[in-house]
């Protein structure tokens, strides 16, 4: 299918509206991180034959407004992704699927169980995860628990494993806890065979990072 004039034209519309609403946004949910998560999104979705409008609309979107820098708010994102989409003329149901994409890609939100799936959503949360994984995703990781004034690590406070929606929401736990809590389950939730394959080698490196991080942390090395 040839993909429209029109169509560009939204997606260059609407990363220029990204890029200026996150214009000095904290640094591991930043412009560099939706450019990142664009990047990869094209290249899932082209190997999946998802729909290209909808997966790049949602990528440049789906950190519009995250509900952690927004006191909580899950809908502030999807309502400004859709206010933004009507004024330049996006088709309602195109509008409709991207809101559905920001409201249920969130790790928290697999917390309770997602309520809309399609293949565009698995693309997007599938390159979203995979910015939270390996050399980059490390360094989101302190760069936002940083941020957040948080522990590097506590060896006295362990990892909670089980985690409902809420208590994630509210946890306040060391940054390495965090690897235990979301980063290291990421590999084997990955939606797409494209993102399963891509998510191994960054695994892998997470893994690895740990064992030097302990063994500097105890002296041993």
């Given at each position: ?157 362990k990892p909670n494993l089980h985690m409902t929606k809420e208590e994630y929401k509210a946890s306040t736990a060391p940054t390495v ?45």
């Amino acid at each position: 299918m040839v993909f429209e004039k029109n169509h560009q034209e939204s997606i260059d519309a609407t990363k220029a509206f990204m890029e200026e609403t996150l214009a000095g946004a904290e640094g591991s949910h930043d412009v560099w991180h939706i450019r990142r998560v664009h990047t990869m999104a094209k290249r899932i979705a082209a190997e999946e034959g998802a729909d290209r409008l909808v997966v790049e609309l949602g990528a440049l979107l789906h950190d519009i407004a995250d509900a952690k820098f927004h006191n909580g708010d899950d809908e502030i994102g999807p309502r400004k992704a859709k206010e933004f989409l009507e004024s330049i003329g996006v088709e309602e149901s195109v509008v409709e699927h991207v809101e559905n994409i920001i409201r249920n890609i969130s790790f928290r939100k697999s917390l309770e169980g997602q309520e809309f799936r399609s293949l565009e959503l698995d693309v997007v949360q599938d390159a979203d995860r995979l910015d939270a994984l390996g050399a980059i995703g490390i360094a989101r990781t302190f760069a936002y628990n940083g941020a957040k004034g948080r522990q590097l690590y506590d060896p006295a406070i362990k990892p909670n494993l089980h985690m409902t929606k809420e208590e994630y929401k509210a946890s306040t736990a060391p940054t390495v806890n965090h690897f235990y809590e979301k980063l290291l389950l990421l590999k084997d939730r990955m939606n797409t065979a494209t993102g399963r394959r891509l998510a191994e080698g960054r695994h892998v490196f997470m893994e690895q990072y740990l064992e030097e991080f302990y063994d500097e942390w105890e002296g041993k090395i």
